[in-house]
């Protein structure tokens, strides 16, 4: 299965500051169909959000999503219309950027005018809204979602051990590297650093690029390779930070703070974004690469474009410091139920469906976004499609807490001039403890 071309998109949540046989026969044609992108946070043709999508004759309850990838949300409505007609949903697509997103939600929800039923919610925002007691508790429907969605994302939908939503896309990040220049992927983040400056300097190029811009990119690349040396924000039930125990916090802000120095990172690391990163690889200028996986069809040159390293990349899981295992940091949307539906038990019934139907997250492969099913990339014929399910299965979600913006914030303000060397690392990464501390309250 070749990866189809997809536009990139950057990470939820914040602002960036750079630039049966019938449904398993679905399954199959729509893990060979897979469109990938980051999660939620894309753009959207010009006016074609913040509105009804008119799909419904006679609409019983309403769905409030993203605008992003909106046709494939307009796939799974009318499959569910066309499969439930006399319990028919509308939809209403909500502007294309995080930010406005939450806002509008918000808006409903805090001037109880209840116009959605069902809330498409970022990964990372389960506890916010959770804690507001803006949507149902769904711990009720654990049974059905365990053992059928990924564990990472079933994470996400949860606040303290409780379920507050329902897993419905998810996605995952890729090393990309140079079959020309290294023979295997590295297995840790120390050989990527040594083969990496050793390649690079004997061509003449770039070591690695990624996400280094001060964003929410940044935010996941710091996390990854905090996790990477065995690092947890929160203790398992999400009552106080762990973010410096253990030394893994230290131990990836050295690693960053080494491979500005050293010349690891490309120049201007600091200030890249997705596509950034994508255009250096793709033009034969980098060794190394952390990307999403909407790159794979770019650099093969099967999306039309030119590209340096058509027949010289591969790509692996992201390594981790002792080789052990991988990981990456999870993307996605859940769907949660809001306290002021009037019609609880179809939303609660939506969800569920949306999240455990074959049919429905087949078309999620089909389309734009990666499922949250396991069963998909348990038969897929495409390596690196199964591969992707292995990593997603190891992936670790940023911790969908009330406070994570506020968090994000402070890693972002806090660690980004760090690694640069502007500022000492140690009061910088406490100034993050104190941040995650709060983050576990609503300020």
Same mark, same amino acid.
């Given at each position: 299965?070749?990866?189809?071309? %997809? ?9 960036? +500051?750079?630039?049966? +046989? +019938?449904?398993?026969?679905?399954? %199959? ?6 469109? #990938? ?36 949300? /307009? ?22 950027? %995080? ?8 808006? &409903? ?21 959770? &804690? ?13 979602? /365990? ?7 079933? &994470?996400? %939908? ?14 995952? *990040? ?9 023979? !295997?992927?590295? +297995? ?11 390649? *690079? ?35 398992? !039930? ?67 474009? !030119? ?44 969800? #569920? ?71 000492? *690392? ?6 993050? !403890? ?5 983050? #576990?309250?609503?300020?």
């Amino acid at each position: 299965m070749p990866f189809a071309q %997809a536009r990139p998109a950057r990470p939820g949540g914040l602002r960036p +500051r750079g630039r049966g +046989r +019938r449904a398993a026969r679905s399954l %199959a044609a729509g893990a060979a169909a897979l469109l #990938l992108v980051l999660s939620t946070g894309c753009g959207a043709p010009p006016g074609q959000e913040g509105g009804g999508a008119g799909l419904a004759d006679d609409p019983r309850f309403v769905w409030a999503v993203t605008g992003a990838d909106r046709a494939v949300h /307009e796939q799974v409505a009318t499959l569910w219309n066309e499969t439930h007609p006399d319990r028919q949903v509308e939809i209403y697509f909500l502007a294309p950027t %995080a930010d406005e997103q939450r806002q509008a939600m918000f808006q &409903d929800l805090q001037s109880r005018a209840g116009q959605f039923d069902v809330l498409g919610l970022d990964v990372i925002w389960t506890g916010e809204f959770a &804690d507001f007691g803006y949507v149902e508790s769904l711990e009720d429907l654990r049974p059905e979602v /365990e053992g059928v969605s990924l564990d990472g994302a079933v &994470d996400t %939908a949860q606040w303290r051990q409780e379920l507050f939503a329902l897993p419905y896309s998810s996605n995952g *990040a890729f090393l990309y590297y140079r079959t020309d220049l290294v023979d !295997e992927p590295p +297995r840790t983040w120390q050989e990527l650093y040594e083969t990496g400056i050793e390649a *690079a300097e004997e061509e003449g190029i770039s070591g690695f690029v990624g996400q280094g811009d001060r964003y929410e990119g940044f935010v996941v690349s710091y996390l990854e390779l905090f996790w990477a040396a065995g690092g947890e924000l929160f203790d398992e !039930e999400q009552t106080r930070t762990t973010f410096l125990e253990g030394g893994a916090a230290a131990t990836a802000l050295d690693f960053m703070t080494r491979a500005h120095a050293d010349g690891l990172f490309a120049e201007g690391y600091d200030s890249m974004v997705e596509d950034d990163a994508r255009a250096l690889f793709q033009a034969g200028e980098a060794v190394y690469m952390r990307n999403w996986p909407y790159a794979v069809p770019l650099l093969s040159g099967e999306a039309g474009e !030119e590209s340096a390293v058509a027949d010289d990349f591969a790509v692996a899981p992201l390594p981790t410091f002792d080789g052990q295992g991988g990981t990456s940091a999870l993307g996605g949307l859940n769907n949660a139920v809001s306290t002021l539906s009037d019609e609880k038990e179809l939303a609660r019934e939506f969800v #569920l469906w949306a999240a455990t139907d074959p049919d429905a997250q087949a078309l999620l492969a089909r389309n734009s976004l990666p499922p949250t099913m396991e069963s998909v990339y348990d038969d897929a014929e495409d390596p690196n499609f199964r591969m992707l399910g292995d990593i997603l299965a190891q992936a670790h979600a940023r911790p969908p807490v009330p406070g994570y913006n506020s968090l994000s914030l402070a890693i972002q303000d806090g660690l980004h001039p760090a690694f640069l060397g502007q500022a000492e *690392a140690e009061p910088s990464l406490e100034a993050v !403890e104190r941040a995650a501390d709060d983050a #576990l309250r609503q300020e």
